[in-house]
């Protein structure tokens, strides 16, 4: 990676942030185009299902029906029409109304999160967030500098009500986390809600991998349960929910959205204004074609059959290969396995530089932990690969760890 | 406008910089939609022009050409073939080599803006920026705090010197600048570039307008100056050059680039992937299509012969209606004429209320200070509406600044 994170000599210095980023991330993030690498790093849907003859039907439509709407600077807030088409997917499935003014459609789900951190975030201003957590969200918030507390989904304990008080949100991936694979109880996501409107903060609900329902159903999210609650009158709720489809139907759309009550969205929007103007009307257009002519919804049982498929041959393969040293669950829904070092001797950080050698690429744990010391894990993406690529690079990580373990300083003296 | 600027009281605050823009900016915004309304305040195209059939088939070529490509993530820095051709057409007019390595894809040249505002700048840090200055570099860089000098285009004093050494970045719009219109000079071009490379700064040179050349050629960017001058080896000059789509084919495309040397490029990338992790492949294939195949370089004279028409509807109609009140230089291009009051007690702020009640929208000059104390002037967009519109636009102005003038205190008493 040729990234300088200083400026040449005779110029002015970078930003500050711009020095405290994990070296990991750009590494895993430079390999991903080598072609004879098993990349089980990114949260890539399988490019052959992307729905490519249908997406070209519905941009013919979307010109037809739109005509130079379609190529015009949009209103920030997003495509009126679009914005009423998640209203009433959002409406449908919390049992009462959300308008369009509680909708702010966004360049992926990533924008979302950077306009939470520029709408909210000063230097030192306290982020409570999921832990192990997704590192798209700390790369979106490390320009506005926060600190961090540990989400405790248990809820317990004063120092935790207290945390919320003091924060500006709480960051929770309650459907299928990112990296862990887990879905949280609707249990547990209810006290979550309960001690977030105690406190007076804003609570952050990504939920990119809703669709990706491999076993059963997700349930409601935090916000449909909190919304369903109360269902009279605008929603004035605390919940702020960030879908997107770029796991669902295709990333290169970069159609995301953010719901939550319209003050939020105004000020969420005027954010947005000033970072860049409006997202292009012309996908936003399209991604509404595909979503009135239903055909995202028919498209998703394919999805989750291959996707299921592709995570059943992951862990039998690691059952194999890997088990002696990992240990996982295995994920209701999503994209990853999460899986754990059986002994915190092994450094998945060190382990990631044998595996590279073998040509395979894993996420290691350090770029989901803020400060970096979370090293006994690893992140293993099941979706972008077929079964039999998914096996070899299985096979090649447990080269890998081999020759990590035989490698280590302990062994060699 | 029903933006709140402090959060629901039992809610955290939003972060410090949203307390301070300017409600004006809010205000003109907001009328943007309204049919029965005048608008010359927006820096839009003729939305008449927009070449939907055109679009329409590249869109299918696009996807034909990139597959499933054009509907991936992108890498971060945009489409290598755009990239490339980007970069080409810069190498052409500056008479040296760019690379791809140079070129990074942005939704518009706004979020360039953004990036460099996230990049370089922490609070307090100076940016020297010509003044007036374009309201959207003001709104991107806000979130980031900095302070700002004037850019003194004659480049003399001890004070501009110092003011160079110590500021992050210049920012200056040489070609019909907005908001006043003016063309800059080659010969205070290239004393700036001096002072520039003298300083050990960077130069941002903002060229939205390059296309729109009504009057003559504009003749060379800063970027192909100083480029030509060092033509061998790679590009490691000072300048940041963006570019755009959006005023010479359609904004909704969201297609802009910033050109630079390459470590700056990559610091870019870098906090573009933390911003939205990649601008929509599909739009940027399209764009691809559409100036491999030269139907922008055809389409340019049309737009230009239309705007020319428009400028000098506007200029005819406001010698005849403003000119007592008014003073103005015709711009040599762009989209922008800028009014000048010939008495300073008359506050385009003030007069802007007085316009909206006669559905007619301009761009009051405050809203180009980041102090905001620039009330003197104001801008008039000449691009959007008919020659026909515009004259009933200034027919409006005049019964304002009328009705204005005879309610001001100093009349009434």
């Known amino acids: 990676m040729s990234f300088q994170k200083q400026s040449p ?9 711009m ?9 895993f993030l430079s390999i991903g185009g080598r072609p004879d690498m098993v990349s089980l ?18 941009s013919e439509r979307a010109l037809a029906r739109f005509g130079s709407v ?15 088409a998640i209203a009433a997917r959002i409406s449908a499935s ?20 950077d306009l939470l951190g520029k709408a909210l975030i000063d230097p030192g201003d306290l982020i409570v967030a999921q832990f192990p957590t997704y590192l798209g969200a700390l790369d979106a918030w490390r320009p506005r500098q926060p600190r961090y507390e540990k989400l405790d989904w248990s809820c317990e304990g004063q120092g935790f009500e207290a945390a919320l008080r003091q924060a500006k949100f709480v960051y929770a991936v309650p459907n299928y986390s990112n990296p862990t694979g887990v879905l949280v109880p609707q249990q547990q996501r209810a006290a979550l809600l309960d001690k977030v409107l105690a406190a007076g903060t804003w609570l952050v609900e990504d939920d990119p991998y809703l669709p990706l329902q491999l076993d059963g159903e997700a349930g409601p999210s935090i916000l449909a349960a909190h919304a369903a609650s109360h269902p009279e009158g605008p929603y004035d709720g605390p919940v702020v929910y960030l879908g997107t489809l770029s796991k669902s139907l295709v990333p290169g759309l970069r159609v995301g959205w953010v719901v939550a009550e319209a003050g939020m969205i105004a000020t969420l929007a005027l954010a947005k ?11 936003q257009a399209v991604a509404l074609e595909l979503i009135e002519g239903g055909f995202k919804a028919g498209h998703i049982p394919q ?15 690691a059952s194999q290969h890997l088990a002696e040293w990992f240990s996982w669950e295995i994920p209701p829904g999503g994209m990853f396995v999460w899986m754990k070092a059986r002994s915190p001797e092994i450094d998945t950080n060190a382990l990631y530089a044998f595996a590279l050698e073998e040509k395979v690429a894993f996420v290691p744990s350090s770029v989901f932990d803020p400060d970096g010391g979370l090293t006994d894990a690893m992140r293993v993406n099941f ?12 096979r090649r990580l447990e080269r890998a760890v081999r020759r990590y373990l035989a490698a280590r300083p302990g062994r060699a003296a």
Request: glycine fraction near 10%.
């Open 9 to 17: 000599k005779a110029r002015p210095a970078f930003a500050r942030w």
């Open 19 to 27: 020095s405290s980023g994990n070296d990991i991330t750009q590494q």
């Open 41 to 58: 790093a990114g949260g890539l849907p399988a490019a052959e299902l992307y729905p490519v003859a249908e997406i070209a039907q519905a």
């Open 70 to 84: 379609a190529l015009e600077y949009g209103p920030c807030e997003g495509l009126p029409a679009l914005r009423e």
């Open 94 to 113: 919390a049992g009462r109304r959300f308008g369009p003014e509680n909708v702010l459609l966004t360049t992926g789900a990533m924008q979302g999160l």
């Open 273 to 283: 204004q000033s970072t860049d103007l409006s997202s292009s009307m012309l996908t």
């Open 303 to 317: 999805i989750v059959a291959t996707y299921r498929d592709r995570r059943d041959a992951l862990c039998a393969a």
């Open 383 to 394: 979706t972008r690969s077929s079964p039999e690529v998914i096996v070899e690079g299985v």
